[in-house]
């Protein structure tokens, strides 16, 4: 048997060297000189914001992991010469199953629902043991949720880094960058403004040990045109058309319709936006209070309509009614009747105090004298009438019978158009003058959007210790 040695070259070998030699110690944890703890800088870049999920109160973020430490198992020269200086340094990329590499995940999150996928990206090692591992990772974090300013609201919501594994006393997480970084953000519905990064140590009362984290606070405000063009604006514009419902003529039979294709057109609308509103029992948002507002405004219009309508026509159907009764006589007819029946007594007793014994001639017509008294009796009362009418105050329009409830019911109209022309805005504006004011001071901002800058920011992070 002839074995053929194959000709390796010096990078080569000290992989195949390493990676027999992590064989046995993939699972110990990495030392360096003179130092006891492990130092893992952690430099995060937000990539997107997937979304907020307010029924499940988690946030979801595609971010950029860039994780930095030394080894001192990962330390080679290359050609003979020592690894010092940049001329003389060599790198080796390794896969993440061949080498240690921290555990780190967000602790306030409900865990991984997807299959890891950061074991794709591969690990770079310099001969000094410095390893440069960057990748791309889901982060799905528990984040409050409060949707009572939606569409204009503002989040808050807090990503914890930290080890699974190893405590205070093995591992320390360090921030590599003092910033957090919009690493190519995809601009979704929700703009970051605000972000700061704690390093601090929680205590676990399940290990009962303190475990080094990173906090990064960061504050989310929602880009609310979408919902402004395409819900608030058509909702307002539709609703509007319930306002000038008092400016039709009331006896054109349409203010009832108009209102009533107004409510069905407003519930319609009502069903399409449902799938945009959050759904939670945290709270109803402004916008449903918004809408419900509006829409009790239109059916009250509709309810003022039929009162108005019903105003303007009474008169008419009480006359109506009291022609079908006919149990009473038109009053002209009672007072010609009564007349008659005066002068007709006054004739009498003027023939009885005369002694008038001679008959009247033939052609006398006792009826026509009869009304020649009611003419001049009827011209006296009218005159009277007359007087009275002139010397009236304006009460007396306002109570006659044929023209008062006409009157009243146009009142009503213009009365109730001014009252919705001005509590429709004044209501639209309160309900949307959000009072969500930034809870996180400007100054403590720690957030750098690379798209703005043309400097990257300056690592922490100097390299391993000599």
Known sequence: MIIYAKDYSPVEMNRIRIKKLYSDHLLIRPSTKNVSQTVIALGLGIMEVVGIDPQKQVITLNANFELKWCDSLLHWNSSGQPCIGRKNRSEIFFSPHELWTPDIVAINGPGKIEKDSKSQYPVLVICTGNVRWSYQDRIVSFCEVDVRNFPFDRQYCSIILQSTIFDTSQLKLRSLYKVVRLYNLIRTEWEITHATIEEIDLYNPHHQRNFSTIKINIELVRLSRFYILKIIFPFSIISSLALFSFCLPTDSGEKVALTVSVLLSLSIYLQTISDYVPKTERGFSILTLYSNIVFSFVFLSCIFNIFTIFI???????????????????????????????????????????????????????????????????????????????????????????????????????????????????????????????????????????HKTVTDPIPVFRGCPK
Do not use: C
Not at 330 to 354: A, C, G, V, Y
Not at 383 to 397: G, I, K
Not at 420 to 438: A, C, E, K
């Open 312 to 450: 303007y026509y009474h008169e008419q159907y009480s006359m109506k009614h009291k022609k079908l009764k006919g149990k009473q006589k038109p009053i002209l007819s009672n007072i010609h009747e009564s007349l008659l029946e005066m002068n007709k007594q006054r004739w009498t007793f003027l023939k009885k105090r005369r002694n008038i014994h001679y008959k009247l001639p033939e052609q006398t017509d006792v009826s026509g004298l009869e009304v020649l008294h009611d003419i001049r009796y009827i011209r006296q009362l009218l005159m009277n009438l007359l007087v009275r009418q002139s010397t009236a105050d304006f009460r007396y329009h306002l109570f006659q019978p044929k023209r008062s409830l006409k009157q009243i019911a146009v009142l009503i109209d213009r009365v109730l158009f001014f009252i919705y022309l001005i509590s429709m805005p004044i209501s639209t504006i309160i309900l949307f003058q959000s009072s969500n004011q930034p809870r996180l001071p400007a100054a403590t901002n720690q957030i750098l959007d690379l």
